[in-house]
C-alpha cells in the first residue's frame, strides 16, 4: 500500500500543491510552521475523515476561503483509488472514491491504512487514559468497519443519556426511561470491551517482542487491557453507580472510561517509569502497531512520522529507521544532518517553504 500524490486546494496554508511520493522513504524538511504537518494531515484525512489533531473541517480549510479540497491517489493491491475530500466551512463533508460519493465515512475505511507519529505520542504512556483510548479508537476504526459503528452508537447513546441525566433534574417523572438506555449502552458498550480486549491482546505479545529488542534484552515490557466494567459486571455497575450519575449528570461507568496498562517487572510505568522508559515504551507501542496492521490487512500501512527523530536519541534513532525500510514512509524534520550522518536511504527529499515544495534532486 501507497500513497502515490497528493492534491491540494486551499487546505491549511496551501493555495495549491500537487506533490508525488515514491514507495520509499520521503522526507519532508523545512523551518517550523512552513506547512510540513499540514501535509500529513491531508494524508490522514483522506484515510480516516478526520483530523489526527482533531481539528474541525472550518479550520482545516485555507484563511479566507469557503472550501477545500484534497484528492488522494492511493495504490493497493496492484489498484488505484482517488479519494477525495471536500471540506466546506458550513456544511457536511463530500467523500468520494474513484468519483463516485459516499454517504458513510466508514465506507472509506479500510482503503488506507495509516500510523501516525508524533511527538505527542512519545507521551502517551504518562498521559491520562484518555490519550490511550483514544490510541485504541484511532486504530480499530481504520481495521475495523463494525467497531467504527459500534463505537459512533455508544458515543450517540451515552451522550442521550447523559442529557437525560440533566433533564431529570427537571423532570423527575422520564426517570423510568433511563434504563431504556441503559440497555442500549451495555448492548453497544460489551462490543467495545471484546474488541479492545481482543486487539490489545493481539497487539501486547508484539510489543513484548519489540521492546525486549529496544531495550537490549534488559526489559520485558508487559501491556494490558484495563476495562471499566467487565461484560458480566456492566448492569450491576450501572445500577450501582445510579445515584452518583443523577447526582453529577454524567456516566460515570463504561468503556468511555478504559485504560491501558504497561508494565516492567511490576512497576507501573505509567506512574512510576523514567522518561527513558515511557519514549522507549511509546515507540514500542508505535512500531508493534505498524506490525499489527500488516498482520490484519497482510499489506503494509503508510507510515506518517512528525518531526518524531528529533525527539529521540541515535539509539532510539536508529531502530525507528531500520525498522521501516520495507514501507512507504513520509517524514517531517527540520535538518537532514541525521540522515545524511548516519548513511540513511533517502528516497526522495522536498524542501518546505512557507506552504510551497521543492522536490530537491541532490542531497
Known amino acids: 500500500m501507497l500513497i502515490r500524490s497528493i492534491e491540494l486546494k486551499n487546505f491549511r496554508n496551501y493555495e495549491n500543491l500537487s506533490i508525488t511520493f515514491t514507495e520509499g522513504t520521503n522526507i519532508l524538511f523545512g523551518d517550523n510552521a512552513q506547512g510540513k504537518t499540514n501535509i500529513l494531515e491531508s494524508a490522514y484525512v483522506s484515510a480516516t475523515t478526520k483530523s489526527h489533531k482533531g481539528s474541525k473541517d472550518k ?59 508524533s511527538p505527542e505520542d512519545l507521551n502517551i504512556i504518562k498521559d491520562g487514559p484518555s490519550a490511550r483510548r483514544r490510541f485504541l479508537d484511532l486504530e480499530l476504526c481504520q481495521l475495523d468497519k463494525i467497531y467504527l459503528s459500534d463505537l459512533t452508537n455508544y458515543n450517540k447513546i451515552l451522550n442521550q443519556r447523559n442529557k437525560l441525566l440533566k433533564d ?14 441503559n440497555m442500549q449502552l451495555m448492548d453497544y458498550g460489551n462490543r467495545i470491551i471484546r474488541r479492545r480486549n481482543a486487539f490489545v491482546k493481539e497487539l501486547s505479545e508484539i510489543v513484548w517482542n519489540i521492546h525486549k529488542k529496544i531495550s537490549g534484552n534488559r526489559e520485558e515490557l ?29 456516566t460515570s461507568v463504561g468503556p468511555h472510561r478504559d ?32 506490525e499489527l496492521v500488516k498482520n490484519l ?10 518531526d518524531v527523530l528529533s525527539e529521540l536519541d541515535s539509539s532510539r534513532q536508529n531502530y525507528l529507521l531500520s525498522s521501516i ?39
Open 222 to 250: 508487559n501491556m494490558a487491557y484495563e476495562p471499566d466494567v467487565s461484560e458480566n459486571d456492566f448492569e450491576a455497575e450501572l445500577v450501582k453507580a445510579a445515584e452518583k450519575d443523577l447526582k453529577y449528570c454524567q
Open 168 to 181: 431529570l433534574v427537571f423532570r423527575p417523572e422520564l426517570k423510568d426511561t433511563l434504563s431504556v438506555w
Open 259 to 290: 485504560d491501558i496498562s504497561f508494565k516492567i517487572g511490576d512497576v507501573d510505568i505509567r506512574k512510576f517509569g523514567s522518561q527513558g522508559q515511557q519514549r522507549t515504551s511509546a515507540l514500542s507501542l508505535k512500531l508493534s502497531e505498524i
Open 59 to 117: 479550520d482545516m480549510i485555507r484563511f479566507h476561503e469557503d472550501e477545500s479540497h484534497i484528492r488522494t491517489i492511493v495504490v493497493k493491491n496492484d489498484k488505484e483509488f482517488q479519494i477525495d475530500i471536500h471540506l466546506k466551512k458550513n456544511r457536511t463533508k463530500g467523500i468520494a472514491v474513484n468519483r463516485i460519493p459516499i454517504k458513510k465515512a466508514g465506507s472509506l475505511f479500510g482503503i488506507l491504512n495509516i500510523v501516525f507519529f
Open 325 to 363: 525500510h520495507d514501507i512507504q514512509t513520509i517524514i517531517t524534520c527540520t535538518g537532514l544532518d541525521e540522515f545524511v550522518r548516519n548513511r540513511f536511504q533517502l528516497d526522495r527529499v522536498f524542501e518546505v517553504r512557507n506552504g510551497h515544495v521543492e522536490l530537491k534532486e541532490e542531497i
Open 297 to 306: 490487512i497482510h499489506d503494509t500501512p503508510v507510515l506518517l512520522l512528525d
